[in-house]
């Protein structure tokens, strides 16, 4: 088939030249993205093919476990009968957004091969959407295409997108502080916890390592210790500190979990682990953990990620990084459907700690949407006809590149001038389990899909979506 492919900074852009391609009809544009997650390994994925699925319990390799019966993977019962793919369980699938691409080049095809009538249609893969929408922040509306609408592949199978989060960002900078050079035992501290996708973090079982940094920073602030590192996220928190006399390490020693708000996670492990790895070491910095602890400590627990589902917005320490000059810096995540929602949270993270950076990260396309209900209706009809059982209106727990060309990119993150706006709608396509090894995608999921753009394309072609 004949495509046009240019490499723009939002990602590729694939045009459909047919020759019965008809200037005529509205424009459309498709997205998917090309990225992957990193939250779990990636790289040399081996698909498994699981066919005529039956309810069965899917063994991977390093005790993975793919089943309906754990919390939050109900829904693999429905594919009964049906095609399952899964990683080999040593990388996460890549389904998130593998599917949207394959769907979307299946739809290319058959408008090719079949003659369909079509207009100019778009087709968008982007860019690092996993690490904040980047690439589709970069779409120019002006510039890059005429679509008067945008349709993007993406999220839960079953759902239409519509609504989602506003989103900031809220970072605290922890320095390296020169301290008088001091000896001691180096520690590692690991606290542990079970990481999933925040917005999801109840329904799968998130345990949020952070709720036992503030008890943690307390014990090794008692034993008189140093902090010479911290990393790691919701999942796993490591600290490496220099204990300087034989009764500190003892202090440690005693620590019993009853200090510690987190009794055990889904494995078995302890919330907190000491580990002397040597005998001998020297600090001549180490970093001071107050801001960290006066923003864990203001932080309701009911307003966490592991406790919010539905409309409720969360507050959620996210990860720890390090700049080349050592400084540290820990992000939060601050998400509510509604503006003042997230006006409060912003609020409240800086109540506890004055001198946090904020910065916005996208917003919530549903107002936007409000004043094209057509496109709604017409594409919740589309999903029907291509044989999605009950389309659920769904308020995405995240943010979607459907959000960022609705708001136009120019709206968007430190780019005032209003821009050309693309309505657009998320539709679901994936399986369940993304971002981690146990991530399944059903094949039925992407056949609808398929057909589903092709029902879009037929509402271009009868005006049913101007
Ligand atoms: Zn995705």
Partial sequence: MEYQVDFL?????????????????????????????????????????????????????????????????????????????????????GGDDKAGIAAIMTFLEYIQVNKEAHGE???????????????????NPETDTKAKYGFVFDNEDGQLGVDSFNAAGAYIDIQREQISERTGQVVKVKLNGHPTFPGHGKEKG????????????????????????????????????????????????????????????HKGRKPVEFEVTSNEGTASYGY???????????????????????????????????????????????????TDGLNAKKGLVTAAVPDIRIKDQYMNKAEVLKESPQLVDAVKEAMSTAGIKNVELAAV???????????????????????????SVNIGIMGGGAHTVQEYQPLSAMVKAVYTALEINKMAVWKDLV
């Fill in 121 to 139: 249609v778009d087709v968008f893969f982007t860019y690092d959407e996993e690490t904040g929408l980047d690439g589709a922040c970069l779409l």
């Fill in 206 to 265: 998130m345990i949020d390592s952070y709720r036992n940094l503030p008890a943690v920073i307390e014990v090794l602030n008692e034993a008189n210790a140093t902090v010479t590192n911290i990393s790691g996220g919701v999942g796993s928190i490591e600290l490496e500190v220099l204990v300087h006399s034989a009764e500190s390490l003892t202090t440690l020693a005693q620590i019993t979990d009853s200090r510690f708000e987190i009794s055990a996670d």
């Fill in 397 to 423: 727990r995240g943010g979607d590149e459907s959000g960022v060309y609705t708001l136009s990119v120019q709206t968007m993150i430190g780019k005032p001038e209003p821009g050309r706006r693309i309505p």
């Fill in 288 to 338: 001071n953990l107050g801001k960290v602890v006066s923003l864990v400590s203001a932080i309701p627990y009911e307003m966490s990620a592991e406790q919010t589902d539905d409309r409720q917005g969360y507050v959620q320490p996210y990860n720890f990084t390090v700049a080349e000059n050592g400084t540290i810096t820990l992000m939060t995540l601050l998400r509510d459907f509604e």
């Fill in 9 to 93: 900074p939002a990602g590729l852009r694939i045009r459909a030249y047919t020759t019965h391609k008809d200037e005529n009809i509205v424009p459309i544009m498709f997205g998917a993205h090309l990225d992957t997650s990193d939250d779990a390994p990636n790289k040399g994925v081996e698909v498994l093919v699981h066919e005529n699925y039956q309810g069965q319990d899917l063994r991977l390799q390093n005790e993975v476990l793919v089943s309906p019966r754990l919390k939050g993977f109900e829904k693999l019962d429905t594919y009964r009968g049906e095609t399952i793919f899964t990683s080999n369980g040593t990388t996460l699938l």
